[in-house]
């Protein structure tokens, strides 16, 4: 029985704001999700929702294919402000 227990005590537990950040998506979503039942996860004493990170990884892998690499957001908006600014491109 305490092998069980000191399994389940290495598993890493996200916040759902540390879940949302992996997966792309805004806090809510991952809490809507979870109340829907497409992401499992369990709740502390004082109500709020952890998640498993070997779960969240395999809904990222589901979402987005597996070993996908995520570039922080600046930079995809920082490219995304290059694209769409000709002048950007000359420099």
């Not at 399994?7 to 992996?22: H, K």
């Not at 709020?48 to 987005?64: G, M, P």
Request: proline content about 3%; charged content about 30%; aromatic content about 4%.
């Amino acid at each position: 029985m305490t092998a069980g227990r000191n399994q389940a005590a290495a598993e890493v537990l996200l916040t759902s704001g540390q879940a949302a950040r992996r997966l792309r998506v805004v806090a809510q979503t991952v809490v809507r999700w979870a109340d829907l039942g497409y992401l499992e996860c369990t709740r502390t004493l004082g109500g709020h929702r952890r998640f498993k990170e070997s779960v969240v990884q395999a809904l990222r892998d589901r979402l987005y294919g597996p070993e996908t690499v995520m570039r922080p957001r600046r930079a995809n908006a920082e490219a995304a402000e290059i694209e769409s600014d000709p002048s950007a491109k000359e420099s």
